[in-house]
RNA sequence: GCCGCAUUCGUCUAGAGGCCUAGGACACCGCCCUCUCAAGGCGGAGAUCACCGGUUCGAAUCCGGUAUGCGGUACCA
């Protein structure tokens, strides 16, 4: 038998982290035993439902790499497989030939209380947390002359008595007694709608589903799932719990607490390489001591045995880790084509602010590349890197400029000298072959420490104090622009030295 | 409250009765490299394996209890 796996988010949100990680996981299990994977959009709730979430969702899955072998393609194109629809909103006439079934059968009956009888219920009885049942028994009359009177209902499951047992592929056995399961389960709203623990099931079930592998989340509402299941006379599928991915408190991870939306991650420059990664190391290893794994190799790797059953707090210092060893590990094409859209947004930026720039291209980023790598935690951080290779009216701050063992007039000589050495060695031998030694003996004539002059020349050439080596920032600004910026720099230092 | 699940360095984890004076990675600290920032190399500190009791010649590993944490308990998903 060929195994079914799904993820089944619900486009109430942007794509959450936790789904990624639930998604990954169904979809490596799928790839691993040569099953399908399918994708299912869980918008029951109307109220809450948006196609810009649903895009959002769909989009992620694609950016992770996570692609799914049935399910919903973009809004408003076909859905792909044999199993749709792939929204549960347009799944109504299954929902609806399922109730019909279980009320004929009287596994479900119609429900006429309100809040407020349902409240009475509960503090008469307070040891019986959930419904009461007081619907449970109604013969056929009284639900027609309820009917008559115009009350509204809705319906609800009947889980029957004695225990619940089912295994879990990390947990093991699970067992519970129906008592606790908080009374009959309402499955429809009483405008007609189906909930969630019923649609889950009802398709589940239709799309074949063989192995529901899910967050801890759902642990104790499976009992429901399961009596459901029987009640619809399907075969059991197995269940697989994954542990929680949690908050720096331990308490699930949330919005208010975490960053949880992936696309937030997308655009702060984080590799969809390390995301993947990182994902699937929460709640799974190997066993031996790798720690990098690409998407191909988990599909080789991934084990659900291999699962651990208690929750993992999402490590903000490991991703950025594992993002870092990412970045350096994409081919140098493909990281141009990645960074590219950071540099340009950075140097727009600068252009709002007022400043000429000129528009970083593939050509101009390329051969720029190789000096910033091993200085990228994340694709954002390009901007400050090389955003002054494309402003051209760079302003220098003079609280900078000056070295904190140097003053005013000794900055100015630096920059002076070092501005006459760059012009008489020549553009020919404009380099750090000829221009460093020259450098080096400059700062040895005066007695000056080589990393004083430099951080004066990195201030005057960049307008930052953490940039590539001075002699590549240099040669990414070209002969002409750096003898202008020295110039404009070592004017600075003068006026600085001429007002104190 | 009730029910369920979990519990090895700060964090992610290795560990399936002797290989454990508990291994790796991130973070942290130090040194090296060094024109800044990184990256990289080397080293260090960090866990009485939640606690108590039992089984066993021997337990992080098996069993029981306790504690703590988390999750669920909707006409949300």
């Avoid at 006429?112 to 008469?124: H, N, Q, V, Y």
């Avoid at 290893?285 to 988990?298: I, K, P, R, V």
């Avoid at 291999?306 to 493909?334: C, H, K, M, T, Y």
Wanted: proline share 6%.
């Amino acid at each position: 038998m060929t195994t079914r796996c799904r993820i089944a988010p619900s486009p109430t949100g942007p794509l959450h982290i936790g789904t990624a990680r639930t998604a990954l996981f169904n979809y490596l299990f799928a790839r691993q035993t040569g099953g399908t994977f399918v994708l299912r959009l869980e918008d029951t709730d109307q109220a809450r439902s948006t196609r810009e979430y649903e895009q959002d969702i769909l989009d992620g899955l694609h950016w992770l790499g996570i692609e799914w072998d049935e399910g919903p393609e973009a809004v408003d194109r076909p859905a792909r497989g044999p199993h749709g629809p792939y929204r549960q909103s347009e799944r109504g006439q299954h929902y609806a030939e399922a109730i019909e079934r279980l009320l004929s059968q009287d596994r479900a009956y119609p429900c006429f209380c309100t809040p407020e009888d349902r409240e009475a219920d509960r503090l008469a009885d307070a040891a019986h947390a959930g419904y009461s049942g007081r619907c449970a028994t109604l013969t056929p009359e009284e639900r027609e002359a309820r009917r008559a009177e115009g009350r509204p209902s809705v319906i609800r499951f009947r889980l029957g008595e004695g225990s619940v047992e089912f295994d879990d592929l990390v947990r093991g056995h699970v067992s519970i007694d129906t008592s606790q399961l908080g009374g009959d389960l309402v499955i429809a709203r009483s405008d007609g709608s189906p909930l969630y623990h019923f649609v889950v099931v009802v398709d589940d079930i239709a799309m074949g589903i063989s192995h529901i592998i899910r967050g801890e989340d759902h642990l104790s509402n499976t009992p429901k799932h399961v009596l459901l299941f029987r009640a619809l006379g399907a075969e059991l599928p197995l269940f697989a719990h994954l542990p929680l991915i949690l908050n720096p408190d331990r308490s699930k991870m949330s919005k208010r607490k975490s960053q949880t939306a992936v696309a937030t991650y997308r655009e702060q420059g984080y590799v969809a390489e390390a995301i993947v990664n990182h994902l699937a190391l929460l709640g799974w290893s190997s066993g031996d001591d790798a720690d990098l794994f690409s998407l191909a190799e988990l599909e080789e790797r991934f084990d659900l045995s291999r699962v651990q059953p208690s929750g993992a707090i999402f490590d903000a210092d490991r991703l950025d880790w594992l993002n870092g060893q990412w970045i350096r590990r994409l081919a140098p094409a493909e990281l141009v084509t990645r960074a590219l859209p950071f540099l340009q947004r950075a140097v727009a930026g600068a252009a709002a602010d007022g400043y000429t720039v000129r528009r970083p291209t593939v050509e101009d980023l390329a051969p720029l590349l190789p000096m910033v790598v091993e200085r990228l935690p994340r694709l954002d951080a390009i901007g400050p890197m090389l955003d002054f290779v494309f402003v051209e009216d760079l302003e220098i701050d003079p609280a900078l400029l000056l070295p904190k063992r140097w003053d005013a007039v000794t900055t100015e000589t630096g920059l002076a000298s070092t501005r006459r050495i760059v012009e008489e060695t020549g553009e020919d031998d404009f380099g750090a072959e000829v221009l460093e030694p020259a450098l080096r003996s400059l700062c040895e004539d005066h007695g000056w420490k080589v990393g004083d002059l430099f951080m004066a020349i990195r201030v005057a050439l960049t307008g930052r104090t953490a940039t590539p080596p001075i002699f590549e920032v240099m040669s990414a600004l070209g002969y002409e622009t750096t003898l202008d910026r020295l110039a404009a720099a070592s004017e600075l230092a003068g006026a600085i030295a001429a007002e104190e």
